[in-house]
Protein backbone atom coordinates (compact mmCIF):
# COMPACT_ATOMS: atom_id res chain seq x y z
CA UNK A 1 0.00 0.00 0.00
CA UNK A 2 1.75 3.27 -1.00
CA UNK A 3 1.83 6.23 1.26
CA UNK A 4 -0.93 8.69 -0.76
CA UNK A 5 -3.32 5.78 -0.28
CA UNK A 6 -2.95 5.38 3.68
CA UNK A 7 -2.90 9.19 3.99
CA UNK A 8 -6.20 9.05 1.49
CA UNK A 9 -7.61 6.83 3.22
CA UNK A 10 -6.41 7.95 6.85
CA UNK A 11 -8.23 11.44 5.69
CA UNK A 12 -11.75 9.98 4.78
CA UNK A 13 -12.18 7.35 7.59
CA UNK A 14 -10.81 10.86 10.04
CA UNK A 15 -13.94 12.94 7.86
CA UNK A 16 -16.45 10.53 8.54
CA UNK A 17 -15.12 10.68 12.12
CA UNK A 18 -15.23 14.23 12.83
CA UNK A 19 -18.79 15.10 10.27
CA UNK A 20 -20.73 12.43 10.70
CA UNK A 21 -21.13 9.55 13.77
CA UNK A 22 -23.13 7.37 11.49
CA UNK A 23 -21.71 6.22 8.45
CA UNK A 24 -23.10 4.36 5.50
CA UNK A 25 -21.15 1.62 4.62
CA UNK A 26 -21.41 2.20 1.00
CA UNK A 27 -19.30 4.95 1.48
CA UNK A 28 -18.83 9.15 1.40
CA UNK A 29 -21.06 10.42 -0.70
CA UNK A 30 -19.85 14.57 -2.06
CA UNK A 31 -21.17 17.35 -4.06
CA UNK A 32 -19.48 19.40 -7.08
CA UNK A 33 -19.29 23.10 -6.03
CA UNK A 34 -16.39 24.28 -8.34
CA UNK A 35 -14.13 23.13 -11.37
CA UNK A 36 -12.43 24.57 -14.00
CA UNK A 37 -12.23 22.67 -17.10
CA UNK A 38 -10.62 23.17 -20.27
CA UNK A 39 -13.59 23.52 -22.62
CA UNK A 40 -16.55 23.88 -20.11
CA UNK A 41 -16.94 26.32 -17.92
CA UNK A 42 -20.04 28.09 -17.67
CA UNK A 43 -22.10 25.01 -16.92
CA UNK A 44 -24.47 25.85 -14.09
CA UNK A 45 -24.08 23.10 -11.52
CA UNK A 46 -26.30 24.61 -9.08
CA UNK A 47 -29.05 23.68 -10.52
CA UNK A 48 -27.41 19.89 -11.62
CA UNK A 49 -27.14 17.07 -9.00
CA UNK A 50 -23.52 16.33 -9.94
CA UNK A 51 -21.76 13.68 -7.39
CA UNK A 52 -20.42 11.17 -6.55
CA UNK A 53 -19.34 8.02 -3.87
CA UNK A 54 -15.82 7.21 -2.99
CA UNK A 55 -16.07 3.47 -0.98
CA UNK A 56 -11.82 3.01 -0.13
CA UNK A 57 -13.18 -0.27 0.92
CA UNK A 58 -14.01 -1.60 -2.23
CA UNK A 59 -11.76 0.94 -4.28
CA UNK A 60 -15.13 2.18 -6.19
CA UNK A 61 -16.39 5.29 -7.44
CA UNK A 62 -20.01 6.21 -8.55
CA UNK A 63 -22.44 9.36 -8.88
CA UNK A 64 -24.07 11.91 -11.63
CA UNK A 65 -22.62 13.26 -13.86
CA UNK A 66 -25.10 16.12 -14.64
CA UNK A 67 -27.59 13.83 -16.39
CA UNK A 68 -26.40 10.52 -16.76
CA UNK A 69 -24.59 8.09 -14.22
CA UNK A 70 -21.58 6.63 -13.53
CA UNK A 71 -19.51 4.28 -12.11
CA UNK A 72 -15.69 2.57 -12.31
CA UNK A 73 -12.78 1.23 -10.26
CA UNK A 74 -10.24 3.98 -8.52
CA UNK A 75 -6.61 2.64 -7.52
CA UNK A 76 -3.60 3.79 -6.61
CA UNK A 77 -0.55 3.09 -8.57
CA UNK A 78 3.19 2.44 -7.45
CA UNK A 79 4.13 5.74 -8.26
CA UNK A 80 1.53 7.46 -5.97
CA UNK A 81 -0.63 8.36 -8.85
CA UNK A 82 -4.38 8.25 -8.23
CA UNK A 83 -5.84 6.51 -11.16
CA UNK A 84 -9.71 6.38 -11.76
CA UNK A 85 -11.33 4.32 -14.30
CA UNK A 86 -12.38 3.14 -17.00
CA UNK A 87 -16.51 3.65 -16.68
CA UNK A 88 -19.13 2.34 -17.31
CA UNK A 89 -22.45 4.69 -17.03
CA UNK A 90 -25.86 5.32 -18.63
CA UNK A 91 -26.36 6.67 -21.66
CA UNK A 92 -29.29 9.22 -21.46
CA UNK A 93 -30.70 11.43 -24.17
CA UNK A 94 -29.30 14.31 -22.94
CA UNK A 95 -28.88 18.22 -23.60
CA UNK A 96 -26.05 19.26 -26.28
CA UNK A 97 -24.32 21.07 -23.18
CA UNK A 98 -24.76 18.26 -20.49
CA UNK A 99 -22.96 15.96 -22.94
CA UNK A 100 -20.26 18.70 -23.66
CA UNK A 101 -19.93 19.07 -19.22
CA UNK A 102 -20.18 15.18 -18.80
CA UNK A 103 -17.40 14.70 -21.30
CA UNK A 104 -15.12 17.10 -19.12
CA UNK A 105 -15.96 15.78 -16.01
CA UNK A 106 -15.43 12.41 -16.95
CA UNK A 107 -12.05 13.02 -18.92
CA UNK A 108 -10.99 15.27 -16.05
CA UNK A 109 -11.56 12.65 -13.47
CA UNK A 110 -9.95 10.21 -15.47
CA UNK A 111 -6.55 12.11 -15.57
CA UNK A 112 -6.46 13.66 -11.98
CA UNK A 113 -3.28 12.77 -9.93
CA UNK A 114 -3.53 14.86 -6.73
CA UNK A 115 -5.66 15.33 -4.44
CA UNK A 116 -6.25 17.87 -1.33
CA UNK A 117 -8.49 17.59 1.71
CA UNK A 118 -9.57 20.47 3.84
CA UNK A 119 -12.90 19.64 6.72
CA UNK A 120 -16.09 19.04 4.34
CA UNK A 121 -14.19 19.28 0.90
CA UNK A 122 -11.96 17.53 -1.19
CA UNK A 123 -10.46 18.89 -4.32
CA UNK A 124 -9.17 16.47 -7.05
CA UNK A 125 -6.78 17.97 -9.68
CA UNK A 126 -4.69 17.48 -13.14
CA UNK A 127 -1.66 19.22 -12.34
CA UNK A 128 -0.56 19.12 -15.62
CA UNK A 129 -3.66 21.16 -17.29
CA UNK A 130 -4.72 23.20 -13.83
CA UNK A 131 -8.03 21.44 -14.28
CA UNK A 132 -9.62 20.69 -11.25
CA UNK A 133 -13.09 19.83 -9.02
CA UNK A 134 -14.17 21.16 -5.76
CA UNK A 135 -16.68 18.56 -3.49
CA UNK A 136 -18.15 19.61 -0.59
CA UNK A 137 -19.54 15.98 1.88
CA UNK A 138 -22.73 15.67 2.40
CA UNK A 139 -23.38 14.98 5.19
CA UNK A 140 -26.35 12.40 5.71
CA UNK A 141 -28.72 13.23 8.47
CA UNK A 142 -28.64 10.80 11.96
CA UNK A 143 -31.15 9.10 13.54
CA UNK A 144 -32.04 8.32 16.66
CA UNK A 145 -34.97 6.20 18.93
CA UNK A 146 -36.17 8.34 21.54
CA UNK A 147 -38.58 8.26 24.26
CA UNK A 148 -41.10 11.16 25.13
CA UNK A 149 -42.50 11.56 28.66
CA UNK A 150 -46.51 11.93 28.98
CA UNK A 151 -45.84 15.55 30.21
CA UNK A 152 -43.72 18.74 29.24
CA UNK A 153 -41.36 20.22 31.94
CA UNK A 154 -40.56 24.08 32.30
CA UNK A 155 -37.27 24.91 30.87
CA UNK A 156 -35.05 27.59 30.46
CA UNK A 157 -33.13 28.48 27.71
CA UNK A 158 -33.01 31.78 25.97
CA UNK A 159 -36.61 32.28 27.81
CA UNK A 160 -38.47 30.84 29.82
CA UNK A 161 -40.95 27.90 28.65
CA UNK A 162 -42.09 24.30 28.91
CA UNK A 163 -39.63 21.50 27.03
CA UNK A 164 -40.26 18.23 26.38
CA UNK A 165 -38.90 15.27 28.36
CA UNK A 166 -36.76 12.36 26.13
CA UNK A 167 -34.26 9.53 26.99
CA UNK A 168 -32.71 7.37 24.82
CA UNK A 169 -33.99 3.89 26.55
CA UNK A 170 -36.72 2.55 28.97
CA UNK A 171 -34.05 2.68 31.73
CA UNK A 172 -32.13 6.54 31.23
CA UNK A 173 -33.44 9.38 33.33
CA UNK A 174 -35.49 12.16 31.36
CA UNK A 175 -33.71 14.52 29.75
CA UNK A 176 -35.40 17.96 28.73
CA UNK A 177 -35.44 18.55 25.20
CA UNK A 178 -35.09 22.42 23.69
CA UNK A 179 -36.29 22.80 20.04
CA UNK A 180 -38.80 21.52 18.08
CA UNK A 181 -39.26 18.42 16.27
CA UNK A 182 -40.71 19.05 13.02
CA UNK A 183 -43.66 16.96 12.34
CA UNK A 184 -44.10 15.80 15.84
CA UNK A 185 -47.40 16.55 17.26
CA UNK A 186 -47.19 15.81 20.53
CA UNK A 187 -50.43 14.98 22.74
CA UNK A 188 -50.35 15.52 26.77
CA UNK A 189 -50.55 12.21 28.89
CA UNK A 190 -49.46 10.27 26.21
CA UNK A 191 -45.66 7.88 26.14
CA UNK A 192 -44.02 7.72 22.90
CA UNK A 193 -41.07 6.12 21.17
CA UNK A 194 -40.09 7.69 17.85
CA UNK A 195 -37.34 7.63 15.64
CA UNK A 196 -36.05 11.26 15.13
CA UNK A 197 -33.73 12.14 12.02
CA UNK A 198 -31.36 14.83 13.20
CA UNK A 199 -29.44 17.30 10.60
CA UNK A 200 -26.52 19.56 11.67
CA UNK A 201 -27.95 23.34 10.76
CA UNK A 202 -25.21 25.24 8.53
CA UNK A 203 -25.63 28.70 9.76
CA UNK A 204 -27.69 28.32 12.90
CA UNK A 205 -28.72 31.65 14.47
CA UNK A 206 -26.40 32.89 17.86
CA UNK A 207 -29.48 32.06 19.99
CA UNK A 208 -30.81 28.87 17.47
CA UNK A 209 -30.08 25.47 17.73
CA UNK A 210 -26.77 23.80 15.76
CA UNK A 211 -28.93 20.78 14.69
CA UNK A 212 -32.48 20.50 13.39
CA UNK A 213 -34.87 17.39 14.70
CA UNK A 214 -37.52 16.11 12.05
CA UNK A 215 -39.67 13.39 12.88
CA UNK A 216 -38.92 10.38 10.95
CA UNK A 217 -42.12 7.97 12.47
CA UNK A 218 -43.90 6.83 15.50
CA UNK A 219 -42.88 3.60 16.83
CA UNK A 220 -45.22 3.19 19.57
CA UNK A 221 -47.59 5.27 22.02
CA UNK A 222 -49.01 4.40 25.12
CA UNK A 223 -51.08 5.71 28.09
CA UNK A 224 -48.82 3.80 30.15
CA UNK A 225 -44.88 4.25 30.27
CA UNK A 226 -44.63 0.32 31.05
CA UNK A 227 -46.99 -0.35 28.08
CA UNK A 228 -43.97 0.73 25.79
Not at 156 to 184: H, M, R, Y
Request: overall charge positive; glycine content about 6%; proline content about 3%.
Amino acid sequence: MTNIFRVMLFLFAAAAIYAQPQVSSQGDDWRLVAYNFARVNNYNIDDKEVTMTLDTREGRIAGNSGCNRFMGPFRFEDSGRLAVGPFAGTLMACPRIDNRFEAEFRETLANIDSFSFETGYLTLSDKRTGRFMRFQRIVKPERYVWYVNKELEDCVGVVKTKCLQVKDSKEAAWQNFFGPIEGFNFRKGRFYIIEVERTKVANPAADGSAYSHKLVRIIEEAKKEKDL
